[in-house]
Each structure stands twice: as C-alpha cells, then as structure tokens.
C-alpha cells in the first residue's frame, strides 16, 4: 500500500482556439492526486491522504480516485472551495499555471493520527508543502513517517507564483532532505533549487524530451530516453513518473530504507524506462490522464 499525500485541484485547461481567450476545460489535477490516481490505474495498492472540498468538484475529484480503485479513507472533508489551477500551454505542450488558491479546502489539512499499517511508502509534494498552515501538516506527516522508517518519496514540483520567500522555501526543502528515500525532481526544478541536492538514497531528474537520470547514493548513475510520442500537453507528466518509479520499485520489493543502495544499473535502467513508457502515454493525451495498466504493460 502506498500512501499519496497532499492536494487535488481543479485544473482549467485551454480547449480550443477561442480568441482572445479559449474555453477552460476543466480537469481533476494537482500533482499528489495525479499521482494517486496513476498509482491506482497501474494496478498499485494506493490511498489517498489529503483534504477536498465538499462542493462539486470536490466530489467529482474523489469520484476519479474510487473510479481508479484508490483508497480515500484518509481524505478529510470541508465546506471551502476546491482551488483552481489555470493552466497556459506553450508551443512545445509544456504547461505553466496560475493558482486561485485562497481560502480553498486543501490548505486545510490536518496531520491524520496514524497511517495504515499496511503501509510501505509515502509520496508528497507540490503546492501542499508551500501553502500554510497544511504544508506545516504535511511537513510534520513526512517527518513522523520517515522517523518510523517509513519509505518516502518526494517531488518539489517548484510551482514559483506560490512562494513568497524562495530563500525560506529552499531552506526548508534543505531540511527536508534527509528523511527522504527517493528524490525526484525535474531540470526546472533543480535550476530553481541551486542544483540536484545530495541526500536522498536516490534522485530521479526528469530532462523533458531527454528523458530521465537516476543518481544513487551508492555511485550508481543511469539515463534512459524518452519514450517517443507526439505530445498533446505535459500536464501530469512528472505525477505519472513518480507513480511509475514507487510501482516499479514496489515490483522489485524496493520500497524499504535502504534498498535504493542495492540496485543495480540493470535495475535502475528497468525502473526508469518504465516510468518514462508511463509519462510518454499520459503527454499524449490533455490533461493530467495517467495510462491504465495494460497500456504499460511491462514493469
């Protein structure tokens, strides 16, 4: 079982060729509830840990994840409004956002008391880690979990327009650092942090249409390409690797402090050509829209 924690929005994504202004096709997003949803479209154990609005696209969202067979039995509820996401896609499908994030239901997450105890893994990130007072509750999950020994991964997924202090954001990343498993990260985000940290067992930086890298803190380092596809956005990409990555490593008995060490370039190449098998099919469609099993069908 592996637990996702941290928000689900609603993405409002171009359609069309309105001029000025296109249609906004509105789209179950945010990057933790991506992940679930990927996880359980994969055929993974998963449950979902976060706080979602009791208003319609609230339910709409929980909808999509027991669709997926995904776990929402650590969701807490509330009457605020679900945030909303503005998406922007440029010419290469690449997706940048505005957030309407005030006063909405997600940042009021509390720390839940306990996790499953069939849990093997923790997945956070994104907006959840930077909008207070949840990210403090998510901050305080990660640390709880990870001091149990718990298997982490975490996903910055910088999303800047959200951050009024970088210096501060970057220092608390730096802190957070040493109670996670499994890093990943993409260029953007390693360029906004300083640089790919040291830390973590291991660091997956995604490179867009360069693929994917992997850097072990036992002195493994492999790189796969990306897997060709005509991409129709890239919403969702990076949600579908890091689902793809804790699958894999599931199949592999991997998701347990320190079996990151013991993988080899064999293994690592596997994992990584998986995850980048996944990413390409969820590009290929708009919207965040994670492949189902049989359309990845190796592990």
């Known amino acids: 079982m592996i637990v996702v924690a941290g928000e689900a929005l609603i993405d409002l994504v171009p359609h069309g060729d309105g001029v000025p202004l296109p249609a906004l096709l509105p789209r179950p997003g945010g990057g933790p509830y991506n992940t679930a949803l990927a996880l359980g479209r994969l055929g993974a154990g998963a449950v979902f840990c976060s706080r979602v609005s009791t208003d319609g696209f609230g339910e709409a969202l929980l909808d999509g994840l027991r669709a997926a067979g995904v776990d929402v039995s650590l969701v807490q509820r509330g009457p605020e409004p679900t945030t909303l996401a503005v998406a922007a896609i440029g010419t290469d499908g690449s997706a940048g956002y505005g957030f309407y994030a005030e006063g909405t239901a997600d940042r009021l997450f509390e720390l839940p008391a306990a996790l499953p105890a069939a849990a093997r893994a923790l997945a956070l990130g994104t907006c959840s880690l930077v909008l207070e007072p949840g990210a403090s509750a998510y901050e305080a999950l990660l640390l709880r979990e990870s001091g149990r020994g718990l298997f982490t991964l975490l996903d910055p997924n910088v999303r800047a327009g959200l951050i009024p202090d970088a210096d501060a954001y970057r220092a608390r990343f730096a802190d957070w650092l040493p109670h996670v498993t499994l890093l990943k990260l993409s260029e953007d985000d390693a360029g906004w942090l300083g640089g790919v940290p040291e830390g973590p067992e291991a660091v997956v930086l995604t490179r867009a249409g360069a693929g994917l890298t992997v850097r072990t803190a036992s002195g493994v380092e492999v790189s796969v390409p990306a897997a060709p596809v005509t991409v129709a956005?890239?919403?969702?990409?990076?949600?579908?690797?890091?689902?793809?990555?804790?699958?894999?490593?599931?199949?592999?008995?991997?998701?347990?402090?320190?079996?990151?060490?013991?993988?080899?370039?064999?293994?690592?190449?596997?994992?990584?050509s998986f995850a980048a098998r996944a990413a390409a099919v969820t590009c290929s469609r708009t919207g965040a829209e994670p492949p189902y099993a049989s359309e990845v069908p190796t592990v």
């Not at 804790?246 to 690592?268: E, N, Q, V, Y």
């Open 233 to 272: 956005d890239t919403i969702g990409a990076g949600d579908t690797v890091n689902a793809a990555l804790l699958h894999a490593l599931a199949a592999r008995d991997a998701l347990c402090p320190g079996a990151l060490r013991s993988l080899g370039p064999d293994a690592w190449h596997d994992v990584l």
